[in-house]
């Protein structure tokens, strides 16, 4: 496999993916077709050098070489961001000590809350899976769902009203207040209010680039309102759906992938979803029949994992699937969720992923004494990774689709939403964004939460946490979704949660209780996303 060395020029990377293109077979499927085309007779010698670019073109040569020459970069640029390889000087992967120091708690925090999860179900971390362990936990599976409503009753029959464990209660190693609060706790070390006497109104306290609101209108300035969108003219222009749906067909057949990018910020037709998001995120691995092929045994492998071994966080995945599944949307999916999350927690893919937003935590032997990596991927389950696979359901009905489509996701934009850093896409900058959005725009309704005693980050930062899946409509959030993948960017996001808290602006002014502000936005189901975005950026 092909990556480009460190530091490499623009024609070392050239050559790096001219090499790589020589041993595609498609390379030498087209020199083949062009050989068989220009030895006949219609073509000279001396008009060959002039024609044979032309000729290429017509064939469709060049456009399959450019899509092929695309997912070669890709891949290159992904090898590159999964490179293990220690490197020979020390790096230091976050500029700010403060940060540093918050990420080391939250991997305190993370080992500790393993243990105790271990210990209060009893369950180590990982073991072979045998009759014996198979009963207990059908007999913890019964128990815990005996005890859904909090209550037990104890040896004299007595009901005890003892809280659910933080880990039950989320379905998850941690939920979005967990981390939210633990974001809000970081404190600049050489811009502290004690010393600068400046009370900031945001719950981050962290001073860290964002970018201005001119920037945000010229990087989505596909959104504008000029603009046709899937997702919003489908009900104002008839045939609408057929002209974008042939747009894509013919890109798809004829152009370049950057063409689909480009096309895909307005949006993408419901029926050419699954091949659009496929070709724009894994364009060489995804598509194919001999690419499926290997894609079902790979995930038969980490299937089989499953089924040979146990691990603790196999039940915290199962509650969070649980808790997904009672949403009406999502309930037909629960067994299909099982067998794409309870893989991924074995698939080694994602380690080098999960290493940029929390060190790789450890597993703990029956003494307690911290072991081998764990889990193997790295991905710690919480309270919402049900349901950001969820919605990707609709759009595949194969589980080796769903799984690879996920991971890719996952590992591309997701683990961003949990990773504390001071780099662009990390949680806190897109904390620190949506904050700063809704101050300038209206800094009424932020004064007016405050006097209440809320923060609108505690309401929007949940909605952010799971790309707004299970609170917006299923078709509002893969419209959303279709958009971050074209801009490849999840600042979207924290501008979506800004644009719905704003809309609500004048009623949350009117509100007297927090409960108030809260019941505002209890029901998301006739939101509008695309249009809200639209007025926010542009209106």
């Given at each position: 496999e092909e990556c480009y060395p460190e530091g490499a020029t623009m024609q070392q990377r050239a050559e790096v993916v001219l090499k790589a293109l020589k041993q595609t077979t498609l390379a030498a499927k087209i020199k083949?077709?062009?050989?068989?085309?220009?030895?006949?007779?219609?073509?000279?010698?001396?008009?060959?050098?002039?024609?044979?670019?032309?000729?290429?073109?017509?064939?469709?040569?060049?456009?399959?070489?450019?899509?092929?020459?695309?997912?070669?970069?890709?891949?290159?640029?992904?090898?590159?961001t999964s490179a293990t390889v220690a490197p020979t000087l020390p790096v230091l992967d976050e500029a700010l000590d403060s940060v540093r120091e918050a990420k080391k708690r939250w991997r305190q925090t993370l080992q500790d809350q393993l243990k105790r999860v271990s210990v209060d179900l009893d369950v180590p971390f990982a073991r072979l899976r045998t009759q014996r362990s198979e009963i207990a936990r059908h007999t913890r599976e019964v128990m815990l769902n005996d005890n859904d409503n909090g209550q037990h009753k104890d040896d004299e029959g007595k009901e005890d009203h003892d809280p659910k464990p933080s880990y039950k209660k989320e379905g998850g190693v941690f939920g979005s207040n967990t981390l939210l609060q633990h974001i809000a706790e970081i404190q600049p070390l050489n811009h502290m209010s004690c010393n600068t006497r400046i009370l900031g109104w945001g719950m981050v306290p962290l001073e860290v680039a964002t970018p201005s609101l001119e920037e945000l209108i010229s990087f989505f300035s596909g959104l504008r309102l000029?603009?046709?969108?899937?997702?919003?003219?489908?009900?104002?222009?008839?045939?609408?759906?057929?002209?974008?749906?042939?747009?894509?067909?013919?890109?798809?057949?004829?152009?370049?992938?950057?063409?689909?990018?480009?096309?895909?910020?307005?949006?993408?037709?419901?029926?050419?979803?699954?091949?659009?998001?496929k070709t724009l995120l894994s364009p060489l691995t995804m598509n194919g029949q001999c690419a499926k092929d290997k894609r079902d045994a790979y995930l038969h492998l980490l299937q089989q994992d499953v089924v040979k071994a146990e691990l603790l966080l196999d039940d915290l995945v199962k509650w969070d699937i649980r808790e997904c599944a009672n949403d009406d949307k999502y309930f037909v999916f629960d067994d299909l969720l099982e067998r794409v999350l309870l893989p991924l927690l074995r698939d080694p893919y994602c380690k080098p992923y999960m290493s940029k937003a929390v060190e790789t935590l450890k597993g703990a032997d029956k003494g307690h004494n911290d072991v081998l990596d764990y889990p193997p991927s790295g991905v710690i389950p919480y309270q919402g990774l049900a349901a950001l696979c969820a919605p990707l359901c609709f759009i595949f009905t194969d589980v080796s689709d769903v799984y690879f489509m996920f991971r890719t996701m996952f590992c591309r934009y997701w683990v961003k939403l949990q990773t504390l850093s001071s780099k662009p896409d990390s949680a806190i900058t897109l904390c620190k964004l949506f904050e700063r959005l809704v101050q300038t725009f209206n800094p009424d309704v932020v004064y007016h939460c405050i006097s209440l005693g809320m923060r609108p980050l505690e309401l929007a930062f949940p909605w952010i946490f799971t790309a707004?899946?299970?609170?917006?409509?299923?078709?509002?959030?893969?419209?959303?979704?279709?958009?971050?993948?074209?801009?490849?960017?999840?600042?979207?996001?924290?501008?979506?949660?800004?644009?719905?808290?704003?809309?609500?602006?004048?009623?949350?002014?009117?509100?007297?209780?927090?409960?108030?502000?809260?019941?505002?936005?209890?029901?998301?189901?006739?939101?509008?996303?695309?249009?809200?975005?639209?007025?926010?950026?542009?209106?």
């Amino acid at each position: 496999e092909e990556c480009y060395p460190e530091g490499a020029t623009m024609q070392q990377r050239a050559e790096v993916v001219l090499k790589a293109l020589k041993q595609t077979t498609l390379a030498a499927k087209i020199k083949r077709e062009v050989k068989d085309e220009i030895i006949k007779s219609k073509y000279t010698t001396n008009s060959l050098g002039t024609n044979l670019p032309k000729l290429m073109e017509e064939m469709g040569c060049t456009v399959k070489l450019m899509n092929c020459i695309n997912g070669i970069q890709e891949a290159c640029k992904e090898r590159e961001t999964s490179a293990t390889v220690a490197p020979t000087l020390p790096v230091l992967d976050e500029a700010l000590d403060s940060v540093r120091e918050a990420k080391k708690r939250w991997r305190q925090t993370l080992q500790d809350q393993l243990k105790r999860v271990s210990v209060d179900l009893d369950v180590p971390f990982a073991r072979l899976r045998t009759q014996r362990s198979e009963i207990a936990r059908h007999t913890r599976e019964v128990m815990l769902n005996d005890n859904d409503n909090g209550q037990h009753k104890d040896d004299e029959g007595k009901e005890d009203h003892d809280p659910k464990p933080s880990y039950k209660k989320e379905g998850g190693v941690f939920g979005s207040n967990t981390l939210l609060q633990h974001i809000a706790e970081i404190q600049p070390l050489n811009h502290m209010s004690c010393n600068t006497r400046i009370l900031g109104w945001g719950m981050v306290p962290l001073e860290v680039a964002t970018p201005s609101l001119e920037e945000l209108i010229s990087f989505f300035s596909g959104l504008r309102l000029t603009t046709r969108q899937c997702g919003v003219d489908e009900v104002l222009k008839e045939k609408f759906t057929e002209e974008k749906i042939r747009q894509f067909q013919s890109i798809l057949h004829n152009g370049t992938t950057a063409e689909l990018r480009q096309n895909s910020k307005q949006g993408v037709p419901v029926s050419m979803r699954k091949v659009v998001w496929k070709t724009l995120l894994s364009p060489l691995t995804m598509n194919g029949q001999c690419a499926k092929d290997k894609r079902d045994a790979y995930l038969h492998l980490l299937q089989q994992d499953v089924v040979k071994a146990e691990l603790l966080l196999d039940d915290l995945v199962k509650w969070d699937i649980r808790e997904c599944a009672n949403d009406d949307k999502y309930f037909v999916f629960d067994d299909l969720l099982e067998r794409v999350l309870l893989p991924l927690l074995r698939d080694p893919y994602c380690k080098p992923y999960m290493s940029k937003a929390v060190e790789t935590l450890k597993g703990a032997d029956k003494g307690h004494n911290d072991v081998l990596d764990y889990p193997p991927s790295g991905v710690i389950p919480y309270q919402g990774l049900a349901a950001l696979c969820a919605p990707l359901c609709f759009i595949f009905t194969d589980v080796s689709d769903v799984y690879f489509m996920f991971r890719t996701m996952f590992c591309r934009y997701w683990v961003k939403l949990q990773t504390l850093s001071s780099k662009p896409d990390s949680a806190i900058t897109l904390c620190k964004l949506f904050e700063r959005l809704v101050q300038t725009f209206n800094p009424d309704v932020v004064y007016h939460c405050i006097s209440l005693g809320m923060r609108p980050l505690e309401l929007a930062f949940p909605w952010i946490f799971t790309a707004f899946s299970g609170y917006l409509e299923v078709d509002q959030v893969l419209h959303l979704w279709d958009r971050i993948i074209a801009y490849d960017s999840i600042q979207l996001l924290p501008l979506a949660a800004a644009a719905i808290f704003l809309w609500r602006g004048r009623c949350i002014l009117q509100c007297d209780t927090v409960q108030d502000v809260k019941n505002l936005f209890s029901d998301c189901s006739k939101l509008q996303v695309i249009p809200l975005l639209q007025y926010f950026l542009f209106a």
